[in-house]
Structures are given as structure tokens and as C-alpha cells.
């Protein structure tokens, strides 16, 4: 293997970290819409709320991007740290699966201390992660848009309105 210090972007890659489609690396689901019913029933059907959560998912989630490009660029371990959980905390709860899962990966690599040095070690995880972060990050949001505009409101007698 070679020198780290010499050549600090030749660490061990994943296997592969393919370009996002429908169903992701891992068989995992770009957005698994099973949470969102789940959060549309305990709302009480309010598709109204679903719709802002997930706008407020999509208004912060270049930002929360941006964050993480930014702490694995200079190579700042803490700001890495929270921002690969924020990332991955977010999509989790709106159900963005492959999403959440790259965040998943990539946290583990960040909490691997093979390599002493995470200003060496962050930016060549930037270089592996954050295309398919970025990439996944859009189709989620085309994803979860068409979401919105498509899904019919639950049946049931928690979504009835009074009357």
C-alpha cells in the first residue's frame, strides 16, 4: 500500500459508490415513502404539514451539503462530525434512504482513526463522498417533490375531517 503522507488521496475507497438511481447501493430505496404515509397518519392526514416537513427538508438539505463539503474540504473533524449527522438525521426522518445511507457510510469513515491526521484524511472523503451526496441529493429532492404533488391524501378515520 502506498505512503498516506505522500499520497494522501489514495486510501482505501468503498468498493463502489455508484451513481444514485431509484435503488441505490446496498439495495436501498432512494426514498422510502413508508415513512412518509407514517408521518401523514400521525398527523392525522394532514398532507398540508407532510408538505411543509418536507419542503423544510429540501429548503435546508444544500445547505446542510454545503456544510459538510466545507468541514471535509479544511479537513475540520468536529464540523464533519455534526455535519454528516445533521445530513443523515434529516433524511432519515423524511425518509430518504440511500441518502441517509451514503451519510451512514461516510460517517463511519469519518470515525475511522486508521489515519491520525483528519486535515489528510477528510478531504480525500470529499473527493470519494460528496459527488454521490450531491447527486443523490437531487434526485431525493425531485423524488420527494413529485411526492407532494402526486400522493393522494390516507383513508382512514384518523384523516376524516369533523363533521
Known amino acids: 500500500m502506498n505512503d498516506i503522507s505522500s499520497t494522501p488521496c489514495r486510501l482505501a475507497v468503498p468498493a463502489e459508490i455508484p451513481v444514485p438511481q431509484q435503488r441505490g447501493n446496498a439495495g436501498r430505496p ?3 415513502n ?3 404515509d407514517r408521518l401523514r397518519e400521525d398527523l392525522d392526514n394532514d398532507t398540508g404539514l407532510v408538505t411543509a416537513f418536507i ?3 429540501a429548503l435546508y438539505l444544500p445547505r446542510r451539503i454545503q456544510r459538510l463539503r466545507a468541514a471535509l474540504v479544511t479537513g475540520n473533524f468536529d464540523d464533519a462530525v455534526d455535519a454528516v449527522l445533521s445530513l443523515k438525521s434529516s433524511s432519515q426522518m423524511v425518509g430518504a434512504t440511500h441518502l441517509a445511507g451514503l451519510a451512514v457510510d461516510l460517517e463511519t469513515r469519518i470515525n475511522d482513526h486508521s489515519h491520525p491526521d483528519p486535515a489528510v484524511t477528510l478531504p480525500c472523503e470529499a473527493d470519494i463522498f460528496l459527488g454521490p451526496i450531491s447527486d443523490c441529493g437531487r434526485h431525493t429532492l425531485n423524488w420527494l417533490m413529485s411526492y407532494c404533488l402526486t400522493e393522494p391524501p390516507l383513508v382512514g378515520t384518523r384523516g ?3 363533521g
Open 55 to 57: 419542503a423544510d427538508y
Open 160 to 162: 376524516r375531517p369533523a
Open 34 to 36: 413508508s415513512v412518509l
Open 30 to 32: 432512494l426514498v422510502d
